[in-house]
Every structure is written in C-alpha cells, then in structure tokens.
C-alpha cells in the first residue's frame, strides 16, 4: 500500500469482517488506544538499555502502527469521516508527552460524544483525529522511524489475524487457548 487512506480502507474492511466496528464501542477503543500509547512508553523507557535495543525499537515501530489501527476504528465508531490527503502536518510535535496527550484528547472527545454533547462539530472532531495521526507521524521520525513502514508493519501483523469478540473486546485466536 502506498498511503494512510489506503491503510485506513483495509483497516476498516478488516474491522468490519471481524465485527470490531459494530460489536465494540468507542470507550473499549480508547482502552486499546492507551494500550498502545503504554506499549510505546515501556518499550521508549527500556530503549536506552543496550541488550534491549533493537528489540524495543521494533515495540516502539508496532505500538505507532498499532495506534494508527486502533484510531481509524476509533473514528469509523466515532462516525468521523477521515481523509489523511487533507491532514495538515504537526512537524513540531515530536516529544512522547504529545503523543499521550493526543490520546488522552481523543480520550475526552470520544466521551464528550457518548454523552451526547452535540455541539461538537464533526470537522472539529477530525481534526483532533488529523492531529494525533501527525503529532505520532513526526515523533516516528524524530526516533528515524518511517512513520509508513510503522503503519505497514501493524497492518502486515493483523491483516490475517483470527479471533472473536469476548465483551466487545476483539480477542486474537493466540491468546484463546
């Protein structure tokens, strides 16, 4: 694949297919979204210890990928249209903390929806979403990550995954047995 909407297209047939869209809710989201954004911090954490390196690198690689998945079903349940070829770029959000308070906005947003506060506006509400795309694009690059290759590898690893859904949770079938 060769850009984000491209990505997002698969990401969401593949959600759909295994009823992540419909059978799960925006709040089960957020809980993978900082699911991801922790992975990220623990493998960031341990990035310094030489014996560990490479390995936490790639962590950090899949847990960015990773979160761009889990946004883009996010926003599907969100019914927030994104189109990434109108995404402006954040360049200079390049620390960690964006990245965590970026989920923690998408966070209060997706709350602020669920209760029905309805004076939000839906270009508003992508732009939020635009932007925590960006803020993890540029803090991919500023650890020399392609923030692509990041997105490919998460969607490399689940395009092909199996499971069911346990609670409105999707469960792969490794971690079933």
């Not at 690689?61 to 189109?83: H, N, R, T, Y």
């Not at 990550?145 to 998460?154: K, P, S």
Request: charged fraction near 30%; aromatic fraction near 8%; hydrophobic fraction near 45%.
């Amino acid at each position: 694949m060769k850009d984000l909407n491209e990505y997002r297209q698969a990401i969401l047939g593949w959600a759909r297919d295994r009823n992540l869209i419909e059978g799960s809710t925006p709040e089960k989201q957020i809980d993978k979204l900082f699911e991801e954004v922790g992975e990220f911090a623990g493998a960031a954490a341990r990035s310094g210890v030489p014996e560990k390196r490479e390995a936490m690198l790639i962590t950090m690689q899949d847990s960015i990928g990773d979160a761009f998945v889990v946004m883009c079903i996010l926003a599907e349940q969100m019914g927030i249209e994104l189109d990434f070829s109108k995404m402006e770029r954040y360049n200079d959000c390049v620390s960690n903390r964006v990245m965590y308070l970026t989920a923690g906005c998408l966070a209060g947003l997706s709350e602020a929806l669920d209760r029905g506060v309805e004076d939000i506006d839906k270009i508003e509400n992508a732009e939020h979403f635009y932007f925590a795309i960006s803020s993890a694009e540029a803090l991919a690059e500023s650890h020399g990550f392609v923030y692509l290759d990041c997105v490919d590898m998460a969607w490399n690893e689940i395009k092909d995954r199996k499971g069911r859904m346990i609670d409105g949770v999707f469960v792969k079938e490794a971690d079933l047995v």
